[in-house]
């Protein structure tokens, strides 16, 4: 799990052999965190990753490059990545809103976070405002769903 950046979903843990009875046992004993249906993380894994999976993505954009420890200032903004096929249910954030990002082709990286060649490139477009901002609830504050 851990080179699939803490976080995994459940077929990737049948293909590492392990069958329902032991996910469930890990889970018990807090080997693994249950994140959503069929995903499941590492109890250290990042926080932010595991807020962006509960999401239904991975971190992107200004999240993604602190996480690679880029010099990035944080905004309280939590960035992430969507599938392209992805429902845009409403983004609760907590006390941070979010940013959600919609490749049209998944960006590289694995299934916790985009690699730093993505996210700069996001990033670079996140700054000159081609994006979706989901805020508390839902609400959506401005701005064009990146393609």
Do not use: K
């Not at 009875?21 to 693994?32: I, K, N, P, T």
């Not at 239904?56 to 420890?69: M, T, Y």
């Not at 249910?89 to 959600?100: D, Q, T, Y």
């Amino acid at each position: 799990m851990a080179e699939l950046g803490g976080i995994a979903t459940r077929s990737d843990l049948r293909r590492m052999g392990l069958d329902d009875e032991m996910v469930r046992m890990l889970v018990a004993y807090g080997s693994v965190v249950r994140v959503r249906q069929g995903w499941y993380a590492l109890p250290h894994a990042d926080p932010d990753a595991i807020r962006a999976c509960r999401f239904g993505g991975r971190l992107a954009c200004a999240s993604a490059l602190r996480f690679h420890g880029e010099p990035v200032e944080d905004d309280g903004v939590l960035h992430i990545e969507m599938p392209a096929n992805a429902v845009g249910r409403a983004l609760e954030g907590g006390r941070h809103s979010v940013r959600a990002h919609w490749p049209r082709h998944p960006s590289g990286g694995n299934r916790a976070v985009v690699d730093a060649d993505a996210a700069w490139r996001q990033w670079e477009r996140c700054v000159h405002g081609n994006h979706r901002r989901l805020a508390r609830g839902g609400r959506i504050e401005g701005g064009e769903i990146e393609r």
